[in-house]
């Protein structure tokens, strides 16, 4: 069974400053078949990044993926005011078939 | 514009029963996979199920007590809930494949499921 551990818990930042969210896997995940997700509160996750470094449509390029095997880095270069929320790492196994993080929380410093 | 839509939430007593129901629109439905995927209050995401052309597949904490399915005519997907437990209080999200990369690209708002005991 594949675990995915995000780091840190918590991360404090001012608008502007850089992100860099951290997600471990417990195993080499499958083909690099790892995703990111923003949550915001009351709202449905979004996808963010697949297949490790793709954004996903209509996503901006201040955010970025990246890694393989088992280390995986989600990037916002300069952080606006709306990307304050948490963040989940996702991957494709076999066993579960998928798998989330546990949830980086951005928060204003 | 795709959409995906639950409905089914609501109150029940432990050892109940429950039927979520996913209507979406916007895409092909039969051409993709499906998923359920929720949120206990406060928590993170945990994956439930999924229904593709491969079959069906659950998380062990709820093998043998959900059973997902779908009606292509319908463009809708389901999620029997039987022998529910507290411990399955949790917002439910339908959500969609996206093809071939593994991942959830369309997601409805969510339905709560709350399991008195």
């Known amino acids: 069974e594949i675990v995915l551990t995000q780091s840190p818990g918590t991360l404090s930042l001012s608008p502007g400053e850089r992100a860099t969210l951290s997600c471990r896997a417990s195993q080499s995940v499958n083909n690099n078949y790892l995703a990111w997700y923003q949550q915001k509160p009351g709202q449905a996750p979004r996808l963010l990044i697949y297949g490790a470094s793709s954004r996903a449509t209509g996503i901006p390029d201040r955010f970025s993926g990246s890694g393989s095997g088992t280390d995986f880095t989600l990037t916002i270069s300069r952080l606006e005011p709306e990307d304050f929320a948490v963040y989940y790492c996702q991957q494709f196994g076999s066993s579960p078939r998928y798998a989330f993080g546990q949830g980086t929380k951005l928060d204003i410093k | 514009e795709v959409q995906v839509l639950e409905s089914g939430g609501g109150l029940v007593q432990s050892g109940g029963s429950l039927r979520l129901s996913c209507a979406a629109s916007g895409f092909t439905f039969s051409n993709y996979a499906m998923n359920w995927v929720r949120q206990a209050p406060g928590k993170g995401l945990e994956w439930v199920s999924t229904?593709?052309?491969?079959?069906?597949y659950y998380a062990d904490s709820v093998k043998g007590r959900l059973t997902i399915s779908r009606d292509n005519s319908k463009n809708t997907v389901y999620l029997q809930m039987n022998s529910l437990r507290a411990a399955d209080t949790a917002v439910y999200y339908c959500a969609k494949s996206f093809s071939g990369w593994y991942s959830f690209d369309y997601w409805g708002q969510g339905t709560l499921v709350t399991v008195s005991s």
């Open positions: 229904i593709s052309g491969s079959g069906a």
